[in-house]
């Protein structure tokens, strides 16, 4: 720097001026800045803007206030209790935590609710079909076993319900279903040895078949889709586990008390 100092201090007179220039012509207005920064004075209501102001402050006098958690997130546990706070101090409180919360809790009361309608209709058609009420029970007996080994498992295994796999769950109604009612009516047919008959060997051919579906979904790259190829797996397992233990187990008991 010093000789290029040197240097410039014998050039000509125009080369010293564009220099000059070249280094200090910002200076004016940053010396304009820093003089307004140094003058700046209380800021009210009135000097904001009014198309800023009103996203902030409605007519009435309210304003918006904005609360951040003092820690992360990272949790279904901790949202909800931050959610709680929240609504402790201001029950109708908005935003996006709100939102997720209150998104998660409708689904699931869908989800319950649309479950125990499939049951009931399930049940009112199957007792149609097959018009006796220990044959109807003998079908959704093994699926409710599938349903609740699946929902164990779920908290067992590193696997979470969330808004992309938990579609799987009603598809275990109807898989379970077909399954089950294969057996019952082989056993009114008179086949007393459902493990050892082509039915089950269909039963079983069917669940790879349909597992092998579901398999490459699990083997997605998105994060939902992966979990619901995972979920839809894990109930296929379930119900085919009950399928060929529960049923078999549960129709010749029934065969040697009506001898």
């Known amino acids: ?114 479950a125990l309608s499939a049951i009931v209709m399930i049940a009112a058609i199957l007792l149609v079909a097959l018009r006796r009420l220990l044959d109807m029970a003998l079908v959704l007996a093994p699926l409710l076993l599938s349903a609740l080994m699946t929902v164990v498992l779920v908290v067992l295994l590193p696997e979470q319900l969330n808004f992309a796999n938990i579609i799987a769950l009603p598809l275990l ?24 008959s082509p039915t089950a060997r269909a039963v079983l051919f069917s669940a790879l078949t349909t597992g092998t579906a579901f398999g490459s979904l699990a083997a997605s790259h998105h994060p939902g889709t992966a979990s619901m190829g995972r979920l839809l797996l894990l109930s296929l397992a379930c119900t085919l586990l009950a399928t060929l233990v529960f049923v078999p187990a549960l129709l010749p008991k029934r065969v040697i008390d009506e001898r």
């Not at 109604?173 to 050892?196: C, D, E, H, Q, T």
């Open 1 to 114: 720097i010093q000789a290029a100092l040197a240097r410039l201090a014998q050039a000509p007179d125009g080369q010293i001026m564009a220099a000059d220039r070249a280094l200090v012509r910002f200076l004016p207005g940053q010396l304009d800045l820093l003089r307004r920064m140094l003058l700046a004075q209380k800021v009210g209501i009135g000097d904001i803007p009014p198309s800023i102001r009103q996203d902030y402050l409605l007519p009435d006098g309210r304003a918006l206030v904005s609360v951040h958690p003092r820690a992360g997130m990272d949790s279904d546990a901790a949202l909800r209790r931050y959610v709680a706070q929240i609504r402790s101090v201001a029950p109708d409180a908005g935003g996006n935590a709100i939102d997720i919360v209150e998104s998660a809790t409708t689904m699931v009361h869908a989800f319950v609710f649309a």
């Open 173 to 196: 109604l109807g898989v379970g279903v077909s399954f089950n009612i294969y057996f019952v009516m082989n056993w009114r047919a008179g086949v007393r040895s459902p493990l050892s």
